[in-house]
């Protein structure tokens, strides 16, 4: 297994350079940021303290939070990239309930507050790749999905993780206006569910999730297309069988189960060779599993990568 | 100045106004987290308005009652090709950084490409031929007959459209109507055309006024 060093500081210990290069507009924001605390309107945001290192941890350079925070795929809250940051504003995230469920030995319900006493926080820095051929480096906060799942006790019968996210009708686009069924359903073999890259995150760049990147709680597989990363869990449930996922149902020869990260099969309309990673003004190639091979290319051994798309 | 003249150049401000305002945000960094898929699409955006903008021109000088409106039909259609060609551009440079071979096979492989790379190639020559110098050596029947291809590029554009966004299709569902709508106007007027025993409706030759079609 590949282990890359991790880098000696924390992203989120660091002051990120679009703030310190844009130093001038940073104190201008001063007064109007003070103004909106005042107004009771500052960012819900929470940090998380204590994240410990992880190495798993890439050394390339996370995207700006901003970035991140305003070029969002969440199709609930609007099927244009900047409408998520807009639309999922007053996303109301708390009180929330995770249920653990099906084929398992203790079944349970968690709080957010549950969830951050599952295992230590770690920060682990991840190539994210979407579907549509663009890329973004992320600081996320969470640990390995396995550990809720240990607890939970699968047993012997559990083949496949089914994930669901929540769906408020009114607050979210209907299933007839985004043009996916909701609410939004994925799913992971057991194995890779249970495979220490793949994580249960709650927080990123140091602090708890923005609306729009899928708070409170969401899920981060880094070897496959972003939209197996489903966001704003509420419902895990250990199933015998392969669970429906949401975009294959939406059109099955463009999305298949696997969706793992491969510049040798393309999207039947786009070619998956390339990636633009956002900042970047060349593409850049696509690595296979994202660059996450050494970890995960054994979970696939004999499989034919192209079969199972 | 000829009468009218000032509102041609109102014409040709508000077609460049888009290219403006795309500047705009380019220098403001506005353009978002990835500037050259919002060119992208914003100049493709405007391909299509433009082109529906062009399509629009005969049955509004009809229904509006106001023939003048052909004077500026030619302006806008060549704005639709500007836009196209930014379009165009954009993908060659920003998104194939010029190379051939990828795009050769992108073309053939991948429907939409095929499509939108056929829509923007049949204006082409409607484009070269918009002088009044080609009108007059093509003869006005042919030449109006070669510049019926923006129907096809109409279409075929909104199927580009269609094809390119992953499941939601309301926007392309849009204009798939208006150009259908467009489209049908035609239609229409042809078929009540041939029903009278004239010849099909020639918008450019002036003729005696119809009653509108609703």
Known sequence: MLIRKPAEILYSEVTPKAVYVNRRKFLAGIPAAFLAMRAGRALAATKLPGLAKSPFSTTEKPNSFEDVTHYNNFYEFGTQKDQPAVMARNFQTSPWTVTVEGEVAKPGKYSFEDLLKVAPLEERIYRHRCVEAWSIVVPWAGYSLSAILKLAQPTPKAKFVAFESAYQPGKMLSSGQAGIEFPYVEGLRLDEAMHPLALLCVGMYGETLPPQDGAPVRLVVPWKYGFKSIKSIVKIRLVTSQPPTTWNKSNAREYGFYSNVNPNVDHPRWSQATERRLGEFRKRPTLMFNGYGDQVASLYTGMDLKKYY | ?214
């Open chain 2, 1 to 214: 100045m000829r009468k009218g003249g000032w509102i041609k150049g109102v014409v040709f401000c508000l077609g460049l106004a888009p290219l403006a305002w795309l500047g705009w945000l380019g220098w403001h960094d506005r353009l978002g987290a990835n500037p050259i898929e919002r060119i992208t699409h914003f100049t493709g955006d405007w391909t299509l308005r433009l082109i529906v903008a062009t399509l629009a021109i005969t049955p509004l000088r009809k229904l509006l009652g106001i023939p003048a409106l052909i004077r500026y039909r030619r302006m806008i259609g060549l704005f639709a090709f500007f836009y196209g060609s930014l379009h165009f551009l954009t993908y060659i440079w920003l998104d194939k950084f010029f190379d051939l071979h990828d795009m050769v096979k992108d073309i053939g492989k991948r429907p939409f490409i095929t499509v939108g790379f056929t829509a923007f190639v049949l204006l082409i020559p409607l484009a070269v031929t918009s002088t009044a110098g080609w009108i007059r050596r093509l003869g006005g029947k042919r030449w109006q007959r070669l510049h019926r291809l923006i129907y096809a590029t109409a279409a075929l554009a909104v199927v580009h459209y269609y094809w390119l966004v992953k499941s939601d299709v309301r926007l392309p569902l849009f204009y798939a109507a208006v150009v259908a709508l467009l489209l049908g106007y035609r239609l229409a007027a042809w078929l009540r055309g041939r029903r009278k025993g004239r010849p099909a409706s020639t918008p450019t030759r002036p003729r005696q006024p119809q009653p509108a079609i609703g």
